[in-house]
């Protein structure tokens, strides 16, 4: 017979895990409802930090502010 044991720590590890990967997913699905519009909504994670993360722009500083300046041919 196969005597197979696992190390306390393992267990615990994959629990704490799992528990991270279900508090990712319930952020993700509140940000959704809360922050996104109708047309939003239905993207997946993927295309959403696609869209949201990779726009080109330039921060400036002027006059003790700072502010973020997209491209002009952006299309959102």
Do not use: D
Not at 30 to 39: A, D, G, P, V
Request: with cysteine; aromatic share 14%.
């Amino acid at each position: 017979m196969l005597n197979i044991s696992l190390e306390p720590g393992i267990f615990r590890t994959n629990v704490n895990r799992l528990q991270i990967a279900l508090l990712a997913y319930s952020i993700l699905n509140l940000f959704y409802r809360l922050c996104l519009s109708q047309k939003w909504q239905f993207f997946r994670a993927y295309e959403l930090r696609l869209r949201l993360m990779r726009i080109a722009g330039r921060l400036t500083k002027h006059v003790g502010s700072v502010s973020f300046r997209l491209c002009s041919t952006y299309p959102y």
